[in-house]
DNA sequence: TCAAAAGTGTTGTGTGTACACCCATGT
DNA sequence: ACATGGGTGTACACACAACACTTTTGA
């Protein structure tokens, strides 16, 4: 072992600046000899609004699909981490910032960009819209929420990617924590119940679902109440869990 | 709409060629103006041996990690699918062909290749390795199974994107049917059970298996026996389902 | 006093788990 | 006859589903 190293070591020594440089170039010859694709990040961002699951989109400025709604992405520069790109692609766009990312699939059909072969890694997130203000970059017209399930016609491939984080998300709530992203930090068992109905898109009996829950060690009560409602006030908890952390919940 | 249509043509009518070149350079200039990372496609093949997990591994011929074991992979070309591309450098490197393969996650660190920046799709895919002879190509020195819980050092970030692998494995083996890809078509219930144990790492109760699989529906008895064995011949079965097919197993 | 949502238990049904013995074959 | 894996049923615990009435507040 510790010969051929030293070896190694003395060829290298002794060979002209020239021959060092051929020879990475032959070290590199696979990896430029090819033509290389263009990398973008997707981002499927959710929220709830009026009761309704909504999605971030993107009205898109300049050809290829002008003027068609998108989901907000770009380029992958050379420096940055495939999330990284996403966050600042996110912010950079919508200004839309300090959400917790996942990735949610990469997709690479050859001719799903006029321009040139782009791949694109999606990424999903579920944010609070409240407090959230949209402000269109430079890059595109206009940026606001759309109700998830509206079937826009959107630029791209976007339709399957949508499609698709649609179903990782249902799946997401069932087995992990992430429904409480979508509450504000105080929340009730109620407003809790809606994000899976709406979400899931399917009633659920009130008892079971805080049987379940309260089962599952997830939230912690609070000493507060809903405040000005027509109503009996309801008490307002809290999550205990980190983020995505996975439970089977329903 | 149909007047909007009619203008633009016209437009484009009088335009010379040199104000059209340059109309599609401004156009694509958002996607040439950046540098461009390689694409590459990694592979986790699992296989069942001799009671154990495998995954198969190439020995790096050349720089960087020469001399190391890694995923088989290599890069995606401009003109075809991620997917496409998984298959042609498995076949191209191991000699293995005819497999399903899904998507596992796409790891992009800058620094996961020395050469240039170089983003990954991973995929995985389980075969019975009975009938498959591996021929390395002329790009690795050699292909051989390795038992997958092995903590051998791999080249890249390789041992990263294998346990990924194996946790989704265990995953997708309790939810969908992938299981059956392990075994040949007809198969002693005792052999699929072996399959789960060997994959999950535990033991399961025999006749608690046998009744899940009953209940699923996954099945279906032949009229065939294991023969020249020495003890009673076991009653072979075959899947009814789709490979990969989304069922609760465990 | 009415409207509107909050909050609270029990019972039946089905599913998972633990567990032990006889059977068919080759040597 | 013995070693080896093949094949089968029951009982208990637990989780899930269905279901209706009382409470608290603001208007």
Redesign the interface.
């Given at each position: 072992m510790k010969d051929k190293k030293t070896k190694k070591e003395k060829a290298y020594k002794y060979c002209s600046l020239d021959t060092i440089r051929m020879e990475i170039s032959k070290?590199?010859y696979?990896?430029?000899k090819?033509?290389?694709?263009?990398?973008t990040v997707d981002l499927n961002i959710f929220t709830i609004q009026h009761n309704e699951l909504h999605v971030l989109l993107v009205k898109r400025k300049?050809?290829?699909h002008k003027g068609k709604w998108a989901l907000p992405g770009g380029?992958?520069?050379?420096?940055?981490?495939?999330e990284q790109a996403a966050v600042r692609e996110l912010k950079e766009e919508t200004g839309v910032k300090d959400v917790y990312l996942e990735?949610l699939?990469?997709f690479?059909?050859?001719k799903r960009d006029p321009?040139?072969?782009?791949?694109s890694?999606a990424y999903y997130a579920l944010i609070r819209s409240k407090g959230v203000t949209l402000k269109p970059s430079t890059d595109v017209v206009d940026v606001k929420w759309v109700p998830a399930y509206d079937l826009l016609q959107l630029a791209f491939d976007h339709n399957e990617i949508l499609k698709y984080a649609l179903q990782r998300l249902k799946w997401k709530l069932e087995y992990t924590t992430v429904a409480f992203q979508l509450l504000p930090k105080k929340f009730t068992l109620t407003q809790l119940q809606k994000v899976y109905e709406i979400v899931l898109n399917k009633k659920l009996d009130k008892r079971n679902f805080r049987k379940k829950i309260n089962s599952l060690d997830l939230i912690k009560e609070t000493n507060e109440y809903t405040e000005d409602v027509a109503h009996r006030p309801a008490r307002l908890y809290m999550c205990k869990r980190k983020i995505g952390e996975i439970v089977e919940i329903l």
């Open positions: 070290k590199t696979d990896v430029t090819y033509d290389r694709p263009s990398v300049a050809w290829p380029f992958v520069h050379m420096d940055e981490d495939l990735q699939y990469t690479g059909n050859p321009r040139t072969r782009v791949i890694v």
